[in-house]
């Protein structure tokens, strides 16, 4: 047998920062560290940036205007630049659903296009295709990191680590304590998006239920779709006559195993067609219309939750609580979908005109001195993951810890140890909003449909 032929040109590849998974958070901290100044390398397992918005093209983000405000940061200077396209590839709007604020509606396409040069332009070094495996611990530091890609193995030796893989594989390795779903094990149901192109958008929303809950009864009542879809979620995509369809989603599936994912997908490619098919044959507006822009795969809600230095918890929401050390406003309703029931519910978290913040000790580990981690896998309780986990928010909280991570190796220091009311400081002057002392309400709103 011949060994493998070593990668000369990246086996003793060193970084300042090595941030693992580019979904929307780890978009976020790769672009705040490099802008730092930090060498960083982005390493992702798939062929986009984007996470579950890639997994999901189309899906808005939501929770970015509290109080009809921006939040500020990354995710505006993101926005403002698809809204300054011509014509403009972005846009605010109400969300159709309760207690949810507005939300963006973009062009999938040159919104990962942006992001991508957004990175580019930092300096990141972003690798494709890429998985993070083991890591190597010494002495509670995070000193080398196992990767593979289809040339083999490498290894990294980060001098910090951001993890924001959203299942959080190489911090549980790494000895993170964690927990999963509701606590009990119950996680969130995953959903594999499509579209309907060709839509007379106007008679197929005449009716105002977001839901279509009255078809999706008959529907199911003559067994053409399954049960689980009582309520149809579609709501008007970003090109005219599309429409996006949020809905077909299965319960019971664990995240962090990739055949339950790959079999959770399969099935849902069935439940899609069938519903394109229901839509096409039952439901006013959509005789014309076509599929399109199935998903790759499921995007997956929720699955660990890493333990930190703060473990956010719903009654921080309900009291609507300004952390001294808050990264981010937030008043994203409590979303929670299909934990154990075929339910899907959203209830407010936050008095209307209030919002809370999200602690950066939340996205700090007890122990491992020099990792960080942002996005879904932050320290939360059932209630209050049901909030944070918006993409705006995941941009933000990656934000905050590419800055910590900066300066904590400036500064030598364990990230346990950094002075989060510089980072706090570092993030306003960055233009993120609502924090310290500052209060959104101070501003002017910006969103439509606020007074
Ligand atoms: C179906 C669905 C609907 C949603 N609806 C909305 C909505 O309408 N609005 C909204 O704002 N939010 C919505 N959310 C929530 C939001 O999309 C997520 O919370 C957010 O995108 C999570 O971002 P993240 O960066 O933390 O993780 P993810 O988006 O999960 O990204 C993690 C990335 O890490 C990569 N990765 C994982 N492990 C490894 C590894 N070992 N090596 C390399 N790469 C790895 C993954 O491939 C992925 O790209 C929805 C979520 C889902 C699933």
Redesign the pocket.
């Known amino acids: 047998m011949t060994a493998p032929t070593p990668h000369h040109d990246r086996a003793d590849l060193t970084c300042d920062v090595l941030v ?8 976020g901290a790769a672009l705040a560290a490099a802008r730092a100044g930090l060498s960083v390398h982005l ?4 062929t986009k ?8 093209p189309g ?6 205007y509290p109080l009809g405000r921006s939040i500020g940061g990354i995710f505006a200077e993101l926005t403002d630049r698809l809204r300054a396209c011509a014509p403009p590839a972005a846009e605010v709007r109400p969300c159709a659903l309760e207690n949810f604020g507005p ?1 963006v509606q973009y062009d999938h396409e040159l919104a990962t296009l942006t992001m991508f040069d957004m990175l580019l332009e930092a300096g990141v070094r972003l690798h494709l295709g ?4 083991n890591p190597v611990t010494v002495d509670h530091r995070i000193t080398e990191v196992a ?1 593979t890609d289809r040339r083999g193995p490498w290894r990294i030796r980060p001098r910090c680590v951001v993890d ?4 959080g ?2 911090s549980a390795r790494a000895g993170v304590p964690y927990t999963v779903g509701d606590g009990v094990g119950n996680m ?1 149901a ?2 594999l ?1 499509f579209h309907m192109v060709g839509v007379d958008c106007e008679r197929a929303f005449a009716d105002g239920d977001p839901y279509f809950r009255s078809h999706a009864a008959q529907g199911i009542a003559q067994g053409r779709l399954h049960p689980d879809l009582h309520k149809l979620y579609l709501m008007r995509g970003f090109h005219p006559g599309s429409v996006f369809c ?1 809905t077909v ?1 299965l319960r019971g599936v664990d995240g962090t195993r990739p055949e339950a994912v790959a079999q959770a997908t399969q099935e849902g490619r069935r439940r899609c067609a069938q519903v394109a098919r229901f839509l096409v044959d039952a439901v006013p507006g959509f005789e014309r219309a076509q599929m399109w822009g199935l998903g790759p795969t ?4 929720e699955t660990r939750k890493l333990e930190a230095v703060y473990r956010l918890s719903g009654a921080d929401l309900a009291q609507s609580t300004h952390f001294a050390d808050g990264i981010v406003a937030c008043d994203n309703p409590i ?1 929670d ?1 299909m934990r154990s029931t075929a339910e899907m519910t959203h209830e407010a978290a936050v008095a209307r005109g209030s919002y809370y913040t999200i602690p950066l000790r939340s996205l700090i580990p007890r122990h491992i001195t020099n990792l960080l981690f ?4 932050i320290c939360a309780d059932p209630v209050a993951f049901a909030s944070v ?6 941009m933000a ?2 934000q905050a810890c590419g800055v910590a991570a900066a300066q904590a190796l400036a500064a030598g220091q364990a990230v346990q140890d950094i002075d989060t009311a510089r980072v706090v400081a570092t993030l306003q002057k960055q233009g993120l909003r609502g924090l310290g002392a500052h209060q959104l309400a101070d501003l002017a709103p910006e969103a439509p449909g606020w007074a």
């Open positions: 693992v998974g580019a979904g929307t958070a780890g978009f390493i992702e397992a798939g940036v984007g996470g579950v918005m890639a997994f999901c899906m808005p983000w939501g929770g970015g939300e890429c998985l993070v495996g990767c924001t893989s959203g299942d594989d190489l969130m995953v959903t998006s949020n989603t499921v995007g997956v809600r979303d979908v942002a996005g879904r896998l986990r918006g993409m705006p928010q995941c909280m990656g």
